[in-house]
């Protein structure tokens, strides 16, 4: 069955724009989790959704925004970007219950001039 | 706070030998730990996992040690192949909530 899928790949915006990432998890999944990954900081939770709706969040401001729809795909925001913004966001999809395997989609890279 | 590090940030290993790889939790709560690999250019990859209730899990090649008492969890590959070359991460899942170690890269001399 096809793994998770990432849109788009690459990516490159300036200063203080908005951008919006795609999610398409495994079919079947339920659950959508975004992180965030850079150099310094590492694997980082942004936020889960589970069936529409945000279920668990991360330490990350307001700027970072999620939703899920009711095909579970998940798209994921961020606004009035800055530099530091830079990274790979990965979406991550699973059943949904405790403790179940979560798969990684390849990720967006994402450049902030 | 919330963390999950690594003892060793690189590891070079001979093909054919065993690798340990080290990482300590922060949050005594955590009662799930899991072993990811993420080989460049791709997304982290589930390697092995572990509940808390126990201390020990094999898989094939690979065995996750857990120590509760010094927070302490490890990942041993055996027999180190060329295709193991990759960052390993362990994560801990806390709160609902997958906290990640910073990650430790593996390099695999033929």
């Known amino acids: 069955k096809a793994g998770v899928t990432q849109t788009p790949r690459y990516l490159i915006k300036t200063r203080g724009q908005q951008v919006t990432l795609s999610c398409s998890p495994i079919?079947?999944?339920?659950?959508v989790s975004w992180y965030q990954q850079t150099p310094g900081q590492g694997l980082q939770f942004l936020f889960e959704y589970f069936s529409e709706t945000q279920r668990n969040k991360g330490n990350f401001p307001g700027r970072f925004s999620g939703r899920q729809f009711s095909n579970s795909r998940s798209e994921m925001n961020v606004s009035t970007l800055e530099l530091g913004d830079s990274a790979l966001y990965l979406c991550?999809?699973?059943?949904?219950?405790?403790?179940?395997?979560?798969?990684f989609g390849p990720g967006t890279r994402l450049t902030v001039l | 706070g919330e963390s999950v590090g690594l003892h060793l940030p690189t590891l070079s290993v001979q093909e054919g030998d065993n690798s340990i790889i080290n990482c300590a939790y922060s949050n005594s709560a955590s009662d799930y730990f899991i072993w990811y690999k993420q080989e460049s250019g791709k997304g982290p990859q589930f390697i092995i996992d572990?509940?808390?209730?126990?201390d020990k899990r094999q898989g094939q090649r690979v065995t996750v040690l857990l120590n509760k008492t010094v927070k302490h969890l490890s990942l041993q590959i055996a027999a180190t192949q060329p295709g193991d070359s990759a960052v390993y991460f362990c994560a801990e899942k806390w709160g609902g909530k997958l906290i990640f170690g910073q990650g430790t890269e593996l390099s695999v001399k033929p």
């Open positions: 079919s079947g999944h339920r659950s």
């Open positions: 572990i509940r808390s209730n126990m």
């Open positions: 991550a999809s699973s059943l949904g219950v405790s403790e179940d395997e979560q798969f």
